[in-house]
C-alpha cells in the first residue's frame, strides 16, 4: 500500500459503506477514520439500534450481507417472528445476530459508556482495525415533517416506505450535541476527507448540522472531495431524490455540490452527468467525472482509487 494520506470519510449507512470496503483495500487500516451518522438511530424492543454505524462496522469486518447491503449475511429471524407472535411491530428487521450487536450496545450504554466507546468496542471484538466514530454520543433524532404529519426518520423510511411528502427536515439534537470525540481532530489533521455518497440531506447533511463540523472542514488544510449519490438526476438508492426534490432542491449532482460548496475542493460525479461539469465548475469546485456505480468489489476499489486521485491533484 505504501505511503499514504490519512483520510477520513463522512458516511451514512449502504452507499458509503460501498465506497469505504474501496477505500479499505487501498488505504491501510490506521491511516482511515470513518465519521457515521447517527441521526437514523432508533430504539427498537428496548434496544439502541445504530443502522449506519452497524453498515459500515458489519461492511468493515466482512459479515454483511452483501445483497441487501445491511445486516450480517447467512442472519435469521427467529427472534423477530416470536416478538411478532407477541404482538410487537417488525417493520424494522433485526436479524438474531444482528440484535447481538444491540443487545451488547445497549447493556454498554447503560452502564455508562459513550456511544464512540461503545463503537470502538464492537469494531475491535469484529477485528475491524478502521477507526469508525459516531457522528455524536449524544441525543440526535432525523425527524422528518410530511403531509401525514413528523415522524422518526426509520419510520419515514422503513415502515411507510418514503410515501408521505416531505415538507421539512427537524435535526433534533442538533443546537445541542457535541461531536464525539475525534470528530472534528479526524476532520483537522486529515490530509483527505471523503464525503461518501450517502443522502446529502439525512446522512451527510446530519453530520454537517453538528456543532463545530462544518466550521472545521471549512478550516482543515485537507483535501476535501466527495462523491455524488445522485447520478443522472436519481439516487442509486433510497428516498435522496424525492426527498431533495419535495423540499424544492432540484435533484442533480449539481445541488449535492451546491450543499457542500462552502468547503468542497473537488467533486466525483457519474459519467452520465458529464453536461453539468461546467456549472458544478462555476462554484469554484473541481470536478472529475467516472463511472461511479459501485456493483461489485472492483467497482468499489476502482473507484476508491479514482478519489484518492483526484484528492492527489488538488494538493
Ligand atoms: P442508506 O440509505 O442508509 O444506504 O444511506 P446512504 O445515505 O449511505 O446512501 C444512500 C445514497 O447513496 C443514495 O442517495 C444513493 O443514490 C447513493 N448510492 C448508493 N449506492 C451508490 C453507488 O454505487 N454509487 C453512487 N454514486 N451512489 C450510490
Given at each position: 500500500m505504501g505511503e499514504c494520506d490519512t483520510i477520513t470519510a463522512l458516511a451514512g449507512g449502504v452507499g458509503a459503506a460501498k465506497l469505504i470496503d474501496g477505500l479499505s483495500s487501498v488505504v491501510p487500516a490506521e491511516k482511515l477514520t470513518v465519521i457515521v451518522n447517527t441521526g437514523d438511530d432508533c430504539e427498537f424492543h428496548g434496544l439502541r439500534v445504530s443502522p449506519d454505524l452497524d453498515i459500515v462496522t458489519y461492511t468493515l469486518a466482512g459479515l454483511v450481507d452483501e445483497e441487501k447491503g445491511?445486516?450480517?449475511?447467512?442472519?435469521?429471524?427467529n427472534c423477530l417472528q416470536m416478538l411478532e407472535v407477541y404482538g410487537?411491530?417488525?417493520?424494522f428487521k433485526l436479524g438474531d445476530r444482528d440484535l447481538a450487536t444491540h443487545i451488547h450496545r445497549t447493556m454498554m450504554l447503560r452502564s455508562g459508556y459513550k456511544l464512540s466507546e461503545v463503537t470502538r468496542d464492537i469494531c475491535a471484538r469484529l477485528g475491524v482495525r478502521q477507526r469508525i466514530i459516531p457522528m455524536t454520543d449524544e441525543y440526535f433524532a432525523t425527524k422528518i415533517r410530511t403531509d401525514k404529519g413528523t415522524m422518526h426518520f426509520q419510520e419515514y423510511l422503513v415502515?411507510?416506505?418514503?410515501l408521505d411528502v416531505v415538507r421539512e427536515i427537524v435535526y433534533e439534537g442538533a443546537e445541542s450535541a457535541k461531536p464525539a470525540p475525534g470528530v472534528i481532530e479526524s476532520i483537522m489533521d486529515a490530509e483527505t476527507v471523503i464525503l461518501c455518497p450517502?443522502?446529502?440531506?439525512v446522512s451527510i447533511g446530519t453530520i454537517l448540522a453538528i456543532r463545530g463540523v462544518r466550521e472545521a472542514l471549512r478550516e482543515s488544510n485537507a483535501v476535501k472531495v466527495a462523491v455524488s449519490p445522485i447520478v443522472g438526476g436519481a439516487a442509486v438508492k433510497g428516498p435522496a431524490d424525492k426527498m431533495m426534490s419535495q423540499l424544492?432542491?432540484?435533484?442533480s449532482a449539481l445541488s449535492v455540490a451546491k450543499l457542500y460548496?462552502?468547503?468542497?475542493d473537488a467533486f466525483v460525479m457519474d459519467e452520465v452527468d458529464a453536461p453539468l461539469v461546467q456549472e458544478v465548475k462555476g462554484l469554484g469546485i473541481r470536478v472529475a467525472v467516472t463511472n461511479t456505480l459501485m456493483r461489485t468489489r472492483e467497482d468499489r476499489i476502482r473507484l476508491a482509487k479514482f478519489v484518492l486521485e483526484v484528492a492527489s491533484k488538488c494538493k
Open positions: 445491511w445486516g450480517i449475511k447467512n442472519d435469521t429471524f410487537h411491530e417488525t417493520w415502515k411507510r416506505g418514503s450517502s443522502n446529502p440531506l424544492g432542491i432540484e435533484p460548496s462552502d468547503f468542497l
